[in-house]
């Protein structure tokens, strides 16, 4: 038996940047601003759009500056991007952005191959970015991968987390996203973490979570996270994502999905699912695959009639 629920979550749209960089074929720019200004239409309140990283690294993201211009930004809505450095930060500034989201691992391995760095290096960097994005009035969010299990290294001692959460605040972040890169991650896990998290970190509202659904348990997970008083839930639609340094690690858990799940425990998201539909659709016509939501696959199986 659930102890207490909340009325409302916040969901928190990655996929036109966490689900986008893993696709090989470029993506317009004008689907992209599209399919951006249509889960916002959906009810979408927070929405990270792309990312300023070097387009080497990522080329399906090279038009970031452009993307972040030309959508038509609504006044309620957080548009965010990723960054890795002060390039990329001021960038954002630039582009008029609100909020940035800065990340890093919690493990030594897949940092250095994710991001060609020591965490120490990641640190100072991200200390540098944060303040500056700080002094130009952005809101920083910071995504800590691994933290469940690293694909190079396994187990990740709780410890190491807190002590990286403390130095990331230390910094000025309002909030960390806990990620589970590559979806290893199991209920009862997810319930010590955060019981240990919660020993250094008081305001439960500065934690988030970001679960893969790389073995199912993205759902099962976020049910425990709920209930441990989570209330802000990263996602991308139709489950798209990934990690190019995790071999074998699928995509996020699937926007539809999470919100139809919420909604049935009677818990408002303020999205319109059937909207979130049409835009997954139009991402699997762009993409031209399938996408990985049980919900918008159920829902077209039986013509759009409600489940
Ligand atoms: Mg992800």
């Known amino acids: 038996m659930f102890l207490k629920l909340p009325e409302k979550v916040n ?7 966490d689900g986008l960089q893993n696709e090989k074929n470029i993506v317009s720019t004008e689907d992209k601003i599209f399919l951006i200004e249509k889960l916002v239409d959906s009810g979408i309140k927070k929405i990270e759009i792309t990312s300023f990283v070097n387009p080497k690294w990522t080329p399906q993201l090279a038009d970031g500056f452009e993307v972040a211009t030309k959508i038509k930004k609504q006044q309620d809505v957080n548009y965010l991007a990723l960054v890795p450095n002060l390039i990329g930060a001021k960038k954002a500034v630039e582009s008029n952005l609100n909020e940035i989201a800065v990340f890093m691992s919690s493990s030594e391995s897949h940092n250095k191959k994710n991001l060609n760095r020591t965490m120490g290096e990641s640190l100072e960097i991200l200390e540098e970015t944060i303040k500056f994005a700080k002094s130009n009035n952005l809101k920083v969010r910071a995504y800590l991968s691994t933290v469940f299990g690293c694909p190079y290294e396994g187990n990740i001692s709780v410890e190491k987390v807190n002590e990286l959460l403390k130095k990331l605040f230390s910094f000025g972040i309002f909030q960390v996203s806990l990620g589970d890169t590559i979806g290893v991650a199991n209920p009862k896990q997810v319930k010590e973490v955060l019981e240990s998290v919660f020993t250094i970190i008081e305001d439960k509202s500065q ?65 319109n699912l059937e909207k979130l539909v049409e835009s997954n659709v139009f991402l699997e016509k762009i993409l031209n695959k399938k996408l990985n939501s049980n919900f918008s696959k159920t829902f077209m199986a039986r013509k759009n009639s409600p489940i």
């Open 11 to 17: 969901i928190v749209e990655v996929g036109p940047r």
């Open 207 to 271: 934690i988030a979570v970001h679960f893969h659904d790389t073995m199912g348990m993205a759902l099962a997970n976020s049910v425990i996270a709920l209930e441990m008083g989570i209330k802000t839930f990263d996602s991308s639609i139709g489950g798209i994502g990934g990690c190019p340094y995790a071999p074998g690690a699928t995509g996020n858990v699937a926007t539809e999905d999470l919100v139809n799940m919420f909604h049935k425990m009677g818990i408002e998201t303020g999205i």
